[in-house]
């Protein structure tokens, strides 16, 4: 089997994608899965050197036979490239959103108000509605027209159709009608009897009927260019340039310069460049971003160590042994979007609703023609009035609403409380999940040294302790020792002397005339033992950090550090549970601090999973989906963007990297994990209001189709219809504005 990503375009909508998807999957040994978000389908078949009848160009010729675009992946582009093709896209739609909007508010305002029907308000009505109907509403003529080629027919064609019937017949009016009676004006009235249209005006149905539905167009799109960001993130972490050693010395190059076998100089504080081997030096390195793992890994001579983590202690020389797409940074990349193209495609609640909904609307209008006109010999006016009612009535003013109202007004709440929400595909999916995966360090705990406790051998003082202790590591770059420094309160710590590092152990130093070591407990002239060694003994088997103090050749305390649990951690958890979620903690850090996190939160022993690298997270998460479970994650750090990819919903923690963040489907501002137990449930709320919404919007629609194919539709109820119906829809939607958060 060989496999291909090709680039789809021209899609409008999920139906498109899974239109292109049934294609591909037809031909012989091929499986195919389209994104409609990311606009990518990722293919798997037989090719010709595999034996088989199939090769990349009859995998595009019939995507393009179905009516859209394909093409191979171009070269990857920089930021600034993609952020300017993103808002080329956009420019278009913006034009045609501002367009309609400032041309169909007077159409709508004269249409509904009397007192505005001035004597030739009917032709100034014509005048602003053409632009909106014939350049602001042409992606749905020209998408409508493709699906007529193919026989389909999708929300677009329901848009164009009801929209240019209702036009057009205003323009027969107009012109051959009654309608361009000079003084002619639209009463209220509601009485329900047949006639021949040939006063009726329409031009408020087109023209607000586009507004609205470019509206929702325009912001899904926005949301949609969003997808790939996790991919661009997770490339930006890399080194930009390396300091690669020629002949003994320092060459600062580009990291695409760097070749297997270079040796190159990493700093204190400096990102490494790329995967590879320490050659010379000792240090500490901060690999959280990539692994989890909340203390630092020391390392020396012979060690492995990986691109983009930080180097955090002291000078190392590493040969560089994987460049480029072989780097774990690239492989992880590769997992995102790997990720993201296999997520299912959520098919918005709208078109698949349309599926049935246009071609019986359609339908009826044509039987509605036929009865009129052939049956009862009404005559064409009549029958052509009947006809074009049930488009009318049908066409989706209130569902152009019924989406995207609600989806601003609970994402406007959302971004309030520190949510932002992604589109309507994720509230379809917050329904669904039973199964929540937490990761450790940075959600469930800080993601930052802290000191826990301090154990004092007899008649020792714990100021002095931490005086002494933060004066010395304050000298020192290893992320512990902050923990140690802000605990002493490091703005009035003395100045230590002969300070001195010892690889692996710790450091040592002479402050105010006392000799001090800081460390592990080989750097203390004997070992410890009393209170002490228990302390040190029950810090370690808790999966905690212990840090000896000693001076003038004695043990005074055994320091604690540890990644300390958010205060709000264990009330989420019991909040989680509330929503009916069973929450799981995962994590890149040892069995020992995992079940410590564990039990404080309230989360058994058996749904604890640690140790785990960025790959087994991935899989944890594809083996709970394979189980039946509907699973939500919540992360924050590089490691977790793949996993919240191909978790069913992703949580990001805003406190987090940008990676996470834009591989996630939520996003929670703030470090609280409680904000994740309301971005459930303010999502669950948004999409049973959409829910609601579409009712209505359909509901009048039913209840209108039989007189309007009666003949009996008069088009002022069918205004009042359609004017309660959205009028109802943004109401039910600002509901969503009162939503309420635990966490305050």
């Not at 909340?294 to 020389?317: C, F, H, K, L």
């Amino acid at each position: 089997m060989s496999s291909v990503e090709l680039e789809i375009g021209g899609m409008t909508c999920a139906s498109c994608a899974a239109r292109i998807e049934k294609k591909l999957n037809r031909m012989d040994g091929v499986t195919a899965t389209v994104n409609y978000a990311t606009e990518k389908a990722k293919v798997s078949y037989v090719s010709y050197e595999d034996g088989g009848a199939v090769a990349v160009g009859d995998l595009i010729s019939t995507v393009e036979a179905t009516g859209y675009t394909a093409a191979l992946p171009a070269p990857p582009a920089t930021v600034e490239e993609t952020a300017g093709a993103a808002a080329a896209e956009l420019l278009p739609l913006e034009q045609r959103l501002l367009t309609a909007v400032v041309l169909a508010i007077p159409v709508v305002a004269m249409a509904m108000v009397p007192a505005l029907q001035f004597r030739g308000w009917q032709w100034l009505s014509l005048i602003l509605a053409t632009p909106v109907v014939t350049y602001a509403a042409w992606p749905f003529h020209k998408a409508t027209w493709a699906n007529l080629r193919h026989g389909t027919a999708t929300m677009d064609t329901l848009i164009s159709v009801g929209t240019l019937a209702a036009f057009g017949w205003s323009v027969w009016a107009l012109f051959f009608g009654d309608a361009g009676t000079p003084g002619m004006k639209h009463p209220f009235e509601l009485t329900i009897e047949r006639g021949n249209g040939s006063a009726n005006l329409y031009f408020e149905v087109a023209a607000g009927v586009t507004s609205f539905i470019l509206a929702g167009r325009y912001f899904e799109v926005r949301s949609k260019r969003r997808a790939g960001a996790a991919l661009r993130a997770l490339m930006e972490l890399g080194a930009k340039d390396v300091a690669v050693l020629r002949d003994g010395e320092e060459v600062r190059v580009p990291t695409g310069e760097l070749a297997v076998g270079d040796l190159f100089v990493v700093r204190p504080g400096e990102k490494i460049a790329t995967d590879g081997v320490v050659r010379e030096g000792s240090s500490a390195v901060d690999a959280s971003m990539l692994t989890g793992e909340s203390v630092p890994v020391e390392i020396g001579p012979g060690d492995a160590v990986t691109g983009a983590t930080v180097n955090a202690g002291g000078r190392i020389v590493v040969e560089a042994t994987r460049i480029g797409a072989d780097t774990q940074l690239a492989r992880m990349a590769r997992l995102v979007e790997d990720a993201q193209n296999g997520k299912a495609t959520a098919q918005r609640l709208a078109d698949r609703i349309s599926a049935v909904f246009v071609p019986v609307v359609i339908g009826l209008a044509i039987a509605t023609l036929g009865w009129w006109w052939l049956v009862e010999g009404a005559g064409a006016a009549s029958a052509f009035t009947a006809a074009v009612a049930v488009l009318i009535i049908a066409c989706p003013c209130a569902l152009g609403l019924a989406t995207p109202t609600a989806l601003m007004v609970g994402t406007g709440r959302g971004a309030q409380l520190g949510i932002l929400i992604k589109g309507p595909e994720v509230l379809e999916t917050t329904q669904k999940v039973d199964t929540i995966v937490l990761d450790k360090t940075g959600t469930v705990t800080t993601g930052a040294m802290s000191l826990i406790s301090v154990h004092l051998a007899e008649g020792e003082d714990e100021a002095e302790v931490l005086r002494l202790a933060g004066a010395l590591e304050h000298a020192s770059e290893h992320p512990i020792a902050r923990a140690v420094v802000v605990a002493a309160a490091g703005d009035t710590l003395p100045a230590p002397e002969d300070f001195t590092a010892v690889p692996g152990l710790g450091v040592r130093g002479v402050v105010d005339g006392h000799a001090v070591v800081v460390g592990r407990e080989k750097l203390l002239a004997e070992p410890l033992s009393g209170k002490l060694g228990i302390a040190w003994t029950e810090a370690e088997e808790t999966g905690r950090t212990s840090i000896a103090v000693g001076w003038d050749g004695e043990a005074r305390a055994v320091l604690v550090v540890s990644d300390a649990v958010k205060p709000s951690s264990a009330e989420a958890v019991r909040m989680l549970r509330g929503l009916g979620l069973r929450p799981f903690l995962l994590t890149g850090d040892n069995a020992a601090v995992a079940g410590s996190v564990a039990a404080e939160v309230g989360i058994p022993a058996a749904d604890v999973i640690a140790g785990v690298m960025p790959e087994d997270k991935v899989a944890v998460i594809r083996r709970l989906q394979a189980a039946g479970r509907h699973v939500a994650m919540v992360g924050d750090g590089v490691n977790d963007a793949a996993a919240l990819a191909q978790a069913d919903l992703g949580l990001a923690m805003g406190t987090g990297t940008d990676a996470a963040i834009a591989a996630a489907d939520l996003t929670l501002v703030r470090g609280d994990l409680r904000v994740a137990a309301d971005a459930i449930r303010l999502s669950r709320r948004t999409l049973a209001t959409i829910k609601g919404n579409l009712f209505w919007a359909f509901g009048y629609n039913v209840v209108a189709l039989p007189l309007a194919a009666a003949g009996l539709l008069n088009p002022m109820i069918a205004g009042a219809a359609m004017a309660f119906s959205s009028v109802f829809v943004v109401g039910n939607s600002l509901r969503l504005r009162r939503f309420a958060p635990t966490a305050v």
